[in-house]
């Protein structure tokens, strides 16, 4: 049965979606910004730095010419849209810390705070998973991996089963973040059972780690659901002190 969110649930979701949306455009502007340039056979510039609209002027082709007139119009003007949204995601990030320091006690807050002190993960993700998915009424651990979105879709006929990968019907967001998450907790907790879990199935298999890796995150996933619900720490997890 599907639980259906208040205005105020759906409303909540909306700061970190607009962060996703304005991340991926402001990464869209500068590929654009350089592959402008590559075309003038200009490597090496970072139009992200601060200083950048004050070097275009002085940048030069392989032959010794300056950038043409219309090309260097379009990149300034991608260069302000690219300084707009780097500051509506700077307003986002900081009305969301001051939320959070307003009503740390707050139940969704709680766990933004909870889950920010595993070291690996940010404030950013862990309000994202909270609003997400976390702050749901879940039946158990299968109905918080698949509303990720982490489980797997067989295919059967007769006496034939076989994977078709996942399912790919659950939350989008909440799946790429799982995944991307999973690749970092493997960098930060070394030392967690998930990880010494990961490595065993791992290490003498070719191949697998990307397979594996959707394993992780359901597991891991699963794992942080405990931690917010019930205040179990997976084992092996480092916490930072609380504030």
Known sequence: ??????????????????????????????????????RLGIRGFNPKLKKAAERLDGLR???????????????R??????????????QIEDARLERLKQAPNDGPHAMVHL??????????????????VLSRSMRDRRAVARYAGLTGSPDESGRKRREKGLTRSGNARVRRGMIQLAWRFLMF?????LAQWFRARTENARGTRKTMIVAL?????????????????????VLRPAS
Not at 61 to 75: H, K, Q, R, V, Y
Not at 117 to 128: L, N, Y
């Open 189 to 193: 907790q070394k030392d967690s059972t």
């Open 77 to 90: 003007r991608d260069m302000a849209r690219r300084r707009l949204v780097s500051d509506q995601i700077r």
């Open 1 to 38: 049965m599907v639980a259906i969110p208040t205005i105020q649930d759906e409303d909540a979701k909306r700061p970190n979606r607009e962060h996703e949306s304005l991340v991926g455009e402001q990464s869209r502007i500068v590929n654009r910004m350089k592959a402008a340039l590559i």
């Open 115 to 132: 889950l920010a002190r595993v070291i690996g993960v940010g404030v950013e993700t862990a309000d994202m998973l909270v609003q997400e």
């Open 61 to 75: 082709s392989p032959e010794g010419e300056p950038i043409p007139p219309n090309t260097l119009a379009e990149l």
């Open 217 to 237: 995150a359901r597991k891991l996933l699963i794992a942080l659901w405990r931690l917010v619900r019930e205040g179990v720490v997976p084992d092996g997890v």
